[in-house]
């Protein structure tokens, strides 16, 4: 199984980026799937994550800006991020949990089924 996400950049605060994470090796349409990140020096952060049937969690740091959404049948998770700030530079990664499970469930563990090389996304003030 590989997972990878693409689509980060250098964006000026206040604009937009679409990430994706396309999966490979399996069919994941019943699966949870989700994004983290990870900035220098900081913990990982839990973003948000979308379920098997289109239940979404956000984390109150992106809630309004980020949206989780998916497409079953190419694979493929997406992230789309509006108003980005300073502080949402990291390294995005996307993430898969377990089949059948929930979106809030999901935000709740640190470890997760499937893990994703990341892409950076640098914000400028």
């Known amino acids: 199984v590989q997972l990878q996400a693409s689509g980060g950049g250098l964006v000026q605060a206040g604009g937009s980026l679409r990430l994706s994470c396309a999966a490979s090796g399996r069919t994941f349409s019943m699966y949870t799937m989700g994004w983290v990140r990870q900035a220098p020096g900081k913990e990982r952060e839990f973003l948000g994550a979308?379920?098997?049937?289109?239940?979404?969690y956000y984390a109150d740091s992106v809630k309004g800006r980020f949206t989780i959404s998916r497409d079953n049948s190419k694979n493929t998770l997406y992230l789309q991020m509006i108003s980005l700030k300073p502080e949402d530079t990291a390294v995005y990664h996307c993430?898969?949990?377990?089949?059948?499970?929930?979106?809030?469930?999901?935000?709740?563990?640190?470890?997760?089924?499937?893990w994703g090389q990341g892409t950076l996304v640098t914000v400028s003030s």
């Open positions: 993430a898969i949990d377990g089949p059948w499970t929930t979106a809030v469930a999901m935000s709740l563990k640190r470890e997760y089924d499937y």
């Open positions: 979308i379920s098997w049937n289109g239940g979404t």
